[in-house]
């Protein structure tokens, strides 16, 4: 059955999806408590180590994926799908460790509200792929394939929410702030947050195409 368990001694290339998805999603939390706390250095740092933690292990889990996709001859799905899709989902951590890296290295001191609206976004859209990804498994059933697609949707629509969050703040920045500087420094710090959405869709595009090809 093209979607069944592999072999054990091939391992489980959806059990390490979903522990790169739980990565995801507790990275992602762990992001938004930082912007929260983001006037406290002590908890400010404490949730950008939890950050950096997750990411190392979401690292691990990929490494293994490619592993394993070396030493497996049949796969439940297509080799550049799953090579595709770990690598998509990687790329998720990477940049909410390289936004949490660099607020430290720009000096931002404080964050305004369309940064912390924009991680709430983040999360809900980190929380959202790896419900997804629980999800292709059972592909062979209607109701799983359903519920994926519109998985799927309500990604695509977080990204754009996020999107327009964007806009309107890169706006009152251009229009408000008087301090070169600090303009350039949240321009960054925007752009950034609104592509952890992004790189949400791009896995949600993926999804869809693996349901689509084998549902």
């Known amino acids: 059955m093209l979607f069944g368990k592999l072999l054990p001694r091939e391992g489980n290339f959806f059990e ?28 400010r740092q404490q949730y950008a ?13 990929t490494a293994e994926v490619n592993r394993l996709l070396h030493r497996t001859f049949i796969t439940p799905i297509d080799r550049e799908q799953i090579h595709g899709l ?39 859209c980190c929380e959202r792929v790896q419900h997804a990804i629980t999800l292709l498994p059972n592909l062979s059933q209607p109701a799983t394939t359903e519920a994926a697609l519109k998985t799927c949707e309500e990604i695509d629509k977080l990204e754009s929410d996020a999107d327009r969050v964007m806009r309107a703040a890169m706006s009152r920045l251009f229009r408000d702030e008087a301090d070169v500087r600090e303009l350039i420094k949240m321009k960054v710090v925007y752009e950034q947050l609104e592509t952890i959405s992004d790189r949400c869709e791009d896995v949600a595009n ?3 195409g693996i349901v689509l090809e084998n549902s």
């Open 206 to 208: 993926l999804i869809e």
């Open 49 to 61: 180590e939890v950050v950096d933690r997750e990411e190392r292990a979401a690292d691990r889990v």
């Open 86 to 124: 770990i690598n998509a989902m990687d790329d998720i951590l990477d940049l909410l460790q390289d936004s949490t890296e660099t607020m430290s290295l720009y000096d931002v001191r404080a964050l305004p509200e369309p940064a912390l609206q924009l991680a709430t976004l983040s999360v809900r």
């Open 16 to 43: 390490l999806f979903n522990q790169h998805g739980s990565h995801i999603a507790e990275g992602a939390r762990a992001f938004q408590r930082m912007i929260e706390n983001y006037a406290d250095p002590a908890l």
